[in-house]
């Protein structure tokens, strides 16, 4: 199994002229198949955007199994593993099985993550259907929908966030509540504020704007919500003016794929981006072990995972998204974190050859720079920048995501 050990000797990639002292004129050794970016990359750490609660996946027991001891610190650990800071459970139709994830839910918040639950269904005998599968909450049953969510929330030790709803805008046979964005913001509205968790809703299957507006439109409700949360199945991430955080709750690509798959990797790695971008605090992914996941069903990190790792370990909850060129040329794109004085900058390449970059960093001194850098044939592996005054650079292989962490 590959692992990400502390201590281990550090590994330089050589491309002529990683290590930058002074400003990005200092090219002169770059290899000939190396191209160069003529404008640099600026960040602006003055210019702070949307706070980041995380990165993370889900760990629904009733379908998957738990994770094991070794496979949480493998997708907690921010030295160990990947180091995602979220975990997302079910929250499950029988009371009997509430405290059934609290083990991953305590691995997790013991690096420093949080944890959030949703719900697919309410238990039957509260629904419209007397059934597990479809059907909406009975208007009578919402002050016992609240407690039981409130209840579960006591048996796991709290959660930083919780759903009454798992894609309410779409028909399932699976367990489900099929409702309409005015149903769910009713329930919220006459019973958000005793569920015991802050709520995150209205969790549409396709980040549907107009049902999240809706949704809105109810103000007792929006009161009661303390974020927007929605998946992406089917829409490309956007700026939703929602005057609240939004979270990005579950979304995989292409489960037909190996978690190994590269191409698959580096597209997440464009996701996660594109949803920094449009001002979202929050990306989740579906299961954490999966042939298709971030842990491979034997728990072994899969390239997918060090991809989230590349944001994950490096961008931990309560950092800020600052301002910086998204996407300095054809074919890179680019976010940048600030906690305090540090600064932390992701770097995509989808070019199928390297790429020399050059950086302007202002509204913070950095005198060096960690990086670690994915491909596909290498994982978070690390080098150095040194950096006098305010601008540097780096070398970018081909088909990569690269993190530059200053000290």
């Not at 090219?27 to 960040?43: C, E, F, G, K, Y």
């Not at 054809?330 to 906690?339: E, N, Q, V």
Request: charged share 15%; with cysteine.
């Amino acid at each position: 199994m590959k692992r990400i050990l502390p201590g281990i000797a550090v590994t330089f990639m050589v491309f002529g002229c990683k290590k930058q002292a002074g400003n990005t004129t200092s090219q002169r050794n770059l290899p000939s198949n190396i191209d160069t970016v003529t404008t640099a990359m600026v960040i602006n750490a003055n210019m702070a955007q949307q706070t980041i609660y995380g990165f993370g996946g889900a760990d629904i027991i009733d379908w998957t199994g738990d994770l094991t001891t070794s496979q949480r610190d493998s997708a907690f650990s921010p030295i160990n593993g990947i180091g995602l800071s979220i975990v997302r459970v079910r929250v499950p139709v029988d009371s009997a099985e509430f405290t059934q994830a609290k083990a991953t839910i305590d691995a997790c918040k013991s690096y420093g993550g949080l944890a959030i639950a949703s719900v697919w269904s309410a238990p039957a005998y509260m629904k419209t259907n007397d059934s597990t599968s479809g059907g909406t909450i009975k208007t009578d049953s919402y002050s016992d929908f609240a407690t039981y969510m409130k209840d579960f929330n006591k048996a796991v030790g709290g959660l930083a966030a919780i759903s009454p709803t798992n894609e309410p805008n779409i028909k399932v046979s699976y367990e489900s509540m099929e409702m309409t964005s005015s149903q769910v913001a009713d329930f919220v509205a006459a019973e958000g504020d005793s569920c015991g968790a802050p709520i995150m809703a209205p969790e549409p299957f396709n980040m549907d704007e107009n049902y999240i507006n809706t949704y809105l439109s109810n103000p007792a409700a929006k009161s009661k919500t303390a974020f927007i949360a929605g998946h992406i199945y089917g829409v490309t991430p956007y700026n939703l003016s929602a005057d609240k955080p939004v979270w990005m709750t579950e979304h995989y690509i292409n489960s037909n794929l190996s978690g190994n798959d590269w191409t698959n990797a580096m597209n997440v790695a464009k996701e996660i981006n594109d949803c920094m971008d449009a001002g979202w605090g929050a990306y989740i992914w579906w299961y954490i072990r999966r042939s298709y996941g971030p842990i491979s069903e034997n728990g072994t990190i899969q390239k997918l995972g060090y991809i989230m790792a590349q944001y994950a370990r490096y961008i931990r909850p309560g950092y800020r998204k600052i301002t910086c060129t998204e996407n300095p040329s054809a074919g890179l794109y680019a976010t940048a974190y600030k906690s305090g004085s540090r600064i932390v900058v992701v770097i995509i390449n989808q070019k199928s050859s390297g790429i020399y970059l050059p950086l302007n960093l202002t509204g913070e001194t950095v005198s060096a720079l960690n990086s670690y850098t994915t491909t596909s044939s290498s994982d978070l592996v690390a080098d150095s920048i040194s950096i006098q005054g305010s601008a540097f650079g780096t070398t970018l292989p081909a088909m990569s995501v690269t993190t530059l962490v200053s000290k």
